[in-house]
């Protein structure tokens, strides 16, 4: 079975500040991707950034990293430089097949 | 279109009608899935489609839950004799090819569907 655990329901950052979401998953596959989701209100699914298990090195989407520790089964995102409209619920997700699996969720508040 | 299509984007029904809802997918991809989002829940997995057959259906949580998706394109999900359980937001998603995980999928923006 699949898990993806999401530690932290709510999160708050600074305009400007950075942000790290966390995220651990559990999977006995070999081969996977791992995702970060963002939702804003409008509820669309819009992908900040994936990683392939395979690749050793983090992937980075210009403000946007993640920080994958695979044997302990961690993948975190970090924010740089937070701006207002990065506000909505980031959602980790698992994929091992064509269906994902995700956290439950973390919401990211940002202030000015 | 340019992006994946949801109808309606809200749906309310009385306990024990039956409802569809539609997602048309962006033009060209030949999978689709439907997941279900509960409140404060991330989405669930519930069927995928590649071209007209439900490659994996493991996910419809009972026999009220079906979806066809009878030429390959537009996809309808349709829920009998709904339960305020079903209460949910019901995400589409489709992506190109086969659908394997290294594959891009674009999700809709949902419907949110209330059973009262």
């Known amino acids: 079975a699949q898990t993806v655990t999401q530690s932290q329901p709510e999160m708050s950052v600074q305009e400007a500040e950075t942000v790290t979401l966390s995220c651990t998953y559990d999977?006995?596959?070999?081969?996977?991707?791992l995702f970060w989701y963002k939702q804003p209100p409008s509820r669309q699914m819009i992908l900040v950034i994936r990683q392939e298990a395979y690749k050793q090195q983090n992937a980075t989407e210009n403000r946007f990293s993640v920080n994958f520790q695979k044997a302990a089964k961690s993948f975190s995102l970090k924010i740089s430089d937070s701006q207002l409209g990065d506000a909505a619920m980031y959602f980790c997700a698992l994929g091992t097949g064509y269906a994902l699996n995700f956290g439950k969720g973390t919401s990211l508040l940002v202030t000015p | 279109g340019a992006g994946v299509s949801q109808t309606p984007s809200n749906k309310v029904t009385e306990k024990g009608k039956y409802v569809e809802l539609r997602c048309d997918p962006i033009s060209g991809h030949t999978a689709l899935y439907w997941y279900r989002q509960s409140l404060g829940q991330g989405p669930e997995f519930l069927i995928y489609?590649?071209?007209?057959?439900?490659?994996?259906d493991s996910g419809l949580p009972n026999d009220r839950f079906f979806a066809v998706r009878p030429e390959g394109s537009v996809s309808t999900l349709k829920i009998q004799r709904t339960e305020r359980g079903d209460s949910a937001v019901y995400l589409c998603?489709?992506?190109?090819?086969?659908?394997?995980?290294?594959?891009?999928?674009?999700f809709g923006q949902g419907t949110r569907l209330t059973v009262v």
């Open positions: 999977t006995s596959e070999s081969d996977y991707y």
């Open positions: 489609f590649q071209g007209t057959g439900a490659a994996d």
């Open positions: 998603a489709s992506s190109l090819r086969t659908g394997g995980i290294n594959t891009e999928a674009f």
